[in-house]
C-alpha cells in the first residue's frame, strides 16, 4: 500500500500550490494562535481556493472553542479535523466532520485504549512528547514506543524529514507521514527541493 504524504503548517498560496504540483495527498492548516504556522481564515480561505482538485484539506485546532472551529468551517473549504489538543471523543464529534485524533507519544501511552475511545476517528497521528508544547517542535519518538496492532490508521509525525523518510515507512508501515518543519527554509515557509525530496523518497520506498 502507497504511503501517503500530509505537509502541515502552510501560511502562503504559492508553497500549497507547490506542494500540490509535487503530487502530496494533503494539506495542513493551523488554526492556533500561539503556532507560528497559524494563518488567518481570509488567509486560509486564499490556499484553499487556489489548490486543484484531489488535494485534501486538513484543519489542525487545539482545544478550541466550538465557535471558533465552526466559524472556520462557515469560511474554509475543509475536509478532515485534526485535533491536537485534550479534547474528548464526544468534542472531536460536534462537526459532522471526519477527524484525525493527535496522541503526543511517551512511555505509558496505550494505544489499544486510546483508539477504543476514539473509534470512530480517521486515523491517529502519532507525535512527539512536550511538556506544554502541542507539536511542530521539529522533535521525534521513540518509535518502538508503538506497540500492538492499530485498527486505526497510523499517521506517524515528528521530527520527520527528506533523510529519514525512508526509513520511517520501512520501521513504521504507517498509512501516512506527517511533515512539516522538515520541510521549511523558516517556520511556515515551506521549501519546494525539500518537499520534492521528501515525497520523492516516500515514492521510492512504497
Known amino acids: 500500500m502507497r504511503t501517503r504524504v500530509k505537509i502541515c503548517g502552510f ?23 500561539q503556532s507560528p504556522r497559524n494563518v488567518s481564515i481570509a488567509k486560509a480561505a486564499a490556499i484553499t481556493r487556489a489548490l486543484p482538485a484531489f488535494v485534501s484539506v486538513v484543519g489542525l485546532f487545539v482545544d478550541a472553542e466550538p465557535d471558533w472551529v465552526r466559524d472556520v468551517l462557515a469560511e474554509v473549504n475543509i475536509d478532515c479535523l485534526q485535533f491536537h489538543g485534550d479534547e474528548s471523543p464526544e468534542e472531536c464529534r460536534l462537526y459532522a466532520k471526519p477527524y484525525i485524533k493527535a496522541i503526543r507519544m511517551q512511555p505509558g501511552v496505550d494505544l489499544d485504549d486510546i ?92
Do not use: C
Request: aromatic share 6%; proline share 3%.
Open 115 to 206: 483508539q477504543a475511545q476514539y473509534a470512530d476517528a480517521a486515523g491517529l497521528l502519532l507525535d512527539a512528547y512536550h511538556p506544554g508544547v502541542q507539536g511542530g517542535t521539529g522533535s521525534g519518538f521513540d518509535w518502538e514506543l508503538i506497540t500492538g496492532k492499530l485498527s486505526l490508521p497510523l499517521i506517524l509525525a515528528g521530527g520527520l524529514s527528506p533523510e529519514n523518510a525512508a526509513l520511517a515507512v520501512q520501521q513504521v508501515r504507517p498509512y501516512a507521514l506527517d511533515v512539516s518543519s522538515g520541510v521549511e527554509a523558516g517556520k511556515g515557509v515551506k521549501d519546494a527541493e525539500k518537499m520534492a525530496a521528501f515525497i520523492r523518497k516516500i515514492n521510492q520506498t512504497t
Open 11 to 33: 501560511t502562503r498560496v504559492e508553497d500549497a500550490l507547490a506542494a500540490a504540483r509535487l503530487g502530496v495527498d494533503a494539506i495542513g492548516l493551523v488554526f492556533y494562535s
